[in-house]
């Protein structure tokens, strides 16, 4: 298994352009996040998906769309970029509670982005 | 809402010696999870140890082992024999156990730092 995949590693924007940061896992995970990680501030939940064609936003949603259209990617768009979008981001899964799996979540390897 | 403090920003060990990081939490909940994770140089998070909050037993993984205080809020990471592979960042992170709960709350981390 590969576990929790993101692409890119690491991106350079400029003030008000966009992108997505994928996030794709192979262990058909139900649960899947972003967070995204500012220096001092932890972790904070942006956007979570329960399942195919459901998300829900977290603490810090503003200015980033989800959508789940499969199990496996869960992607997370940035439609005009902000320097305070200048982060660390992670795609999280993991089973759902109660689901007979073990509901820990598992991360992916982060992305750098960095807006100008 | 739950709240998890790292009141320890950064410490510092000497190889082989032991060093415990401190976590408190706050919430209204008698059932929820705990978690430790790693995060290295690499940025990758890493899940070094997880308790249930209605198992009085202390949950150990190798050389890592928590104390949970569960009146006190209170968990603890004890690390043993640290090596130099251990230092990192460690968060602390706070799951509820209620239906539809699957947000992880972070600390703030405390950075740790091995002597050789």
């Known amino acids: 298994n590969a576990g929790v995949t993101q692409t890119p590693k690491f991106q350079v924007l400029k003030t008000g352009q966009s992108m997505t940061l994928q996030c794709a896992q192979d262990?058909?995970?139900?649960?899947m996040s972003w967070y995204r990680q500012d220096p001092g501030m932890g972790l904070r939940l942006i956007h979570y998906s329960v399942g195919a064609g459901i998300t829900d936003q977290g603490e810090v949603p503003n200015g980033y769309n989800v959508s789940r259209s499969t199990t496996e990617d869960f992607p997370l768009r940035l439609l005009s970029a902000a320097p305070s979008q200048t982060s660390v981001y992670f795609c999280?899964?993991?089973?759902?509670?109660?689901?007979?799996?073990?509901?820990?979540?598992?991360f992916g390897p982060g992305t750098r982005l960095t807006v100008l | 809402a739950q709240t998890v403090t790292q009141s320890q920003p950064e410490m510092s060990v000497q190889e082989a010696e032991t060093v415990t990081l401190s976590c408190t939490y706050d919430?209204?909940?008698?059932?929820?999870?705990l978690f430790w994770y790693k995060q290295p140089p690499s940025r990758q998070m890493i899940l070094v140890i997880r308790?249930?909050?209605?198992?009085?037993q202390n949950a150990t993984e190798n050389r890592f082992s928590v104390n949970f205080q569960k009146a006190a809020k209170s968990f603890s990471l004890k690390i043993s024999d640290s090596q130099l592979g251990d230092a990192a960042m460690y968060f602390c992170a706070y799951r509820s156990s209620g239906a539809g709960s699957y947000q992880l709350t972070f600390g703030k981390g405390t950075k740790l730092s091995v002597i050789p």
């Open positions: 262990m058909n995970h139900e649960y």
């Open positions: 308790q249930e909050a209605y198992k009085q």
């Open positions: 999280a899964s993991s089973y759902l509670p109660g689901s007979g799996g073990i509901d820990t979540q598992y």
């Open positions: 919430t209204s909940e008698s059932d929820y999870y």
